[in-house]
């Protein structure tokens, strides 16, 4: 149920003291990714009775719950993560919020939680990016982060699906995912552990995926490497993804190189980047697949010379190739270490696109400003 849709108006309480110029511009000199945040936020309750209400535009700051809130005791919590660009023109854009929007509601099916109306998540987005219009950064690579998340804040106990639920909205001006920068990464092959299992959560964007997911990346940190690679649960010898974000790899074959990734099991996360990039390749003249890739053919394809790259991508952090593989039983190298022309080539071709430099021949851009 919902008695909201996107001609309804939300309520505007903008800051009474805004930032000024000069901080913003001291706050966004360096963002890196997460750290600095816009003025304002966007909110939505829902109820059993009322469907989704109440949503109002103002200051960022805390949220208050109730100790019994049931998102604290088991975990009804659900995120999206998408971006804003500054155009060539001056003008901001989103990049597929729609897709994001569906996604989301995705993963508030497979934790029976409320949908939201697709041009309400749109809707939400596009007037906390006008308000904080200021705070998109302009140079090619930065972008505002938007993160949407929903959880459940009826306070009672008991295992059942929550009858309230809060819709939270905010922003933050992104640099670099990695602090490194755009360079290759070095993963850890987790054995020990497994991000989703058939029939569970993997390809849905839910807290409790991120959260069993930190003891394997400390683990990853402690053999000296930046990224943990997750195997399927099953038969424990096929790649899923890199950490939170989608894998790819490049082979060449027939005197072309063709781009390969995992393909969607449920154990997945859709990735929306991905998508694109499948796209893109073709656009590109490279061959696109989806299949199984176990870990003993990524090792052989690259000693054989039949692998020449590998990369992972995502909203955060677009494309971050992999220039070193380790795990329990040794380790090798890929391309030299560095970043191959295929993904520097793709990555370069998705910025321009995003930031108004490329045609958007697809109609993936949604104008906001």
Not at 238 to 247: L, P, Q, V, W
Request: glycine share 12%; hydrophobic share 40%; charged share 20%.
């Amino acid at each position: 149920m919902s008695t909201l849709t996107a001609s309804t108006a939300f309520e505007v309480h903008p800051s009474t003291h805004p930032v000024s110029e000069a901080e913003r511009a001291e706050r966004m000199k360096n963002p890196g990714f997460g750290k600095v945040f816009t003025e304002h936020m966007v909110t939505l309750t829902w109820d059993e009775g009322r469907g989704w209400h109440s949503g109002v535009l103002k200051p960022y700051g805390p949220l208050l719950l109730d100790p019994a809130a049931s998102v604290l005791h088991y975990g009804q919590a659900i995120f999206e993560g998408f971006k804003a660009y500054r155009q060539q023109d001056g003008g901001i854009k989103t990049y597929r919020p729609f897709e994001n929007a569906a996604r989301f509601n995705r993963s508030a099916e497979r934790l029976a939680m409320p949908a939201l109306p697709e041009e309400l998540f749109v809707e939400a987005s596009d007037l906390l990016i006008r308000q904080d219009a200021a705070w998109v950064p302009g140079a090619i690579g930065e972008s505002l982060y938007l993160r949407p998340l929903m959880i459940a804040t009826e306070g009672a106990l008991g295992v059942r699906p929550a009858k309230e639920y809060l819709f939270v909205l905010f922003a933050s001006p992104s640099g670099s995912y990695f602090p490194g920068g755009v360079k290759p990464v070095t993963v850890w092959i987790s054995e020990d552990y497994v991000r989703a299992a058939p029939g569970g959560t993997g390809f849905a964007k839910c807290a409790g995926n991120y959260a069993a997911s930190l003891v394997a990346q400390k683990q990853a940190q402690g053999k000296g490497c930046d990224q943990v690679v997750w195997l399927d649960a099953v038969q424990r010898k096929y790649i899923e993804e890199m950490g939170g974000m989608n894998i790819f790899f490049v082979y060449q074959e027939g005197g072309r190189s063709v781009v390969v990734t995992p393909e969607l099991t449920g154990t997945l996360l859709p990735g929306i980047t991905r998508k694109s990039l499948l796209d893109l390749s073709q656009e590109l003249g490279y061959g696109a697949e989806e299949r199984k890739i176990s870990t003993q053919e990524w090792e052989a394809a690259v000693k054989e010379g039949r692998m020449t790259e590998a990369f992972a991508c995502g909203t955060a952090a677009v494309i971050t190739p992999i220039g070193r593989v380790k795990s329990a039983h040794g380790e090798f190298e890929i391309n030299g270490g560095g970043t191959g022309p295929v993904a520097a080539r793709l990555r370069e071709h998705l910025l321009n696109l995003q930031h108004g430099v490329a045609p958007d021949t697809h109609g993936w851009m949604h104008p906001v400003v």
